[in-house]
Antibody, heavy 122, light 107 residues
Framework: QVQLVESGGGVVQPGRSLRLSCAAS????????LHWVRQPPGKGLECVAV????????HYADSVKGRFIISRDNSKNTLYLQMNSLRVEDTAVYYC???????????????WGRGTLVTVSS | EIVLTQSPATLSLSPGERATLSCRAS??????LAWYQQKPGQAPRLLIY???NRAPGIPARFSGSGSGTDFTLTISSLEPEDFALYYC?????????FGQGTRLEIK
């Protein structure tokens, strides 16, 4: 079955960097767009970034544009999120999510990891 | 950015009753709307995609309807495990956005 396992979260000071990883299994990784979705403690959901199945394009929320970079390694079945210049308001559980649809028809989140908590605090 | 407004914020019902949750978009999203269920400490679960299609493994008591700007999630007869937080989400345009959620609680 589909498995997504995030790692790399932790406590970091404002202005520092962190790299999240998401190891995937149970499906043909290179056929699906992948997403990072975050949820601040006790709050709602925000789609942070998406990367296409072949990494030919990506999109970012305005709140992270220019600071975060989404990438993928289809040979390792792994998704990444490089987070730079972190702010207190980036504190959240970060989920990786696989799309419901294959290839370029994307935007519904069928499979989710358990999430990794990122806390930005001095 | 497309804003999704869910109503009511909280819905108090008893097991066996029918639940009707609403989601309104600030502009048309065609049928590109999904519904998710989230329980405490868990990731969201996809219930409905593209307005009216149940995701694999989702019980038939969950149904979705609507198009354009007005959408509804209906749970025909509430089971104890259905009391949770529900979000709508649009994929019509980037950024993908979620509603603020409706909390379905036991009366």
């Amino acid at each position: 079955q589909v498995q997504l396992v995030e790692s790399g979260g932790g406590v970091v000071q404002p202005g520092r960097s962190l790299r999240l990883s998401c190891a995937a299994s149970g499906f043909t990784f290179s056929n699906y767009a992948l997403h990072w979705v975050r949820q601040p403690p006790g709050k709602g959901l925000e789609c942070v970034a998406v990367i296409s199945f072949d990494a030919s394009y990506d999109h970012y929320a305005d709140s992270v544009k220019g600071r975060f970079i989404i990438s993928r390694d289809n040979s390792k079945n792994t998704l990444y999120l490089q987070m730079n210049s972190l702010r207190v308001e980036d504190t959240a559980v970060y989920y990786c999510a696989r799309d419901f649809f294959e290839r370029d028809n994307w935007g519904s989140f069928e499979s989710w990891g358990r999430g990794t908590l990122v806390t930005v605090s001095s | 950015e497309i804003v999704l407004t869910q109503s009511p914020a909280t819905l108090s019902l008893s097991p066996g009753e029918r639940a009707t949750l609403s989601c309104r978009a600030s502009q048309s999203v065609s049928n590109y709307l999904a519904w998710y269920q989230q329980k405490p400490g868990q990731a969201p679960r996809l219930l409905i995609y593209d307005a009216s299609n149940r995701a694999p493994g989702i019980p038939a008591r969950f149904s979705g309807s609507g198009s354009g700007t007005d959408f509804t999630l209906t749970i025909s007869s509430l089971e104890p495990e259905d009391f949770a937080l529900y979000y709508c989400q649009q994929r019509s345009d980037w950024p993908i956005t979620f509603g603020q959620g409706t909390r379905l609680e036991i009366k």
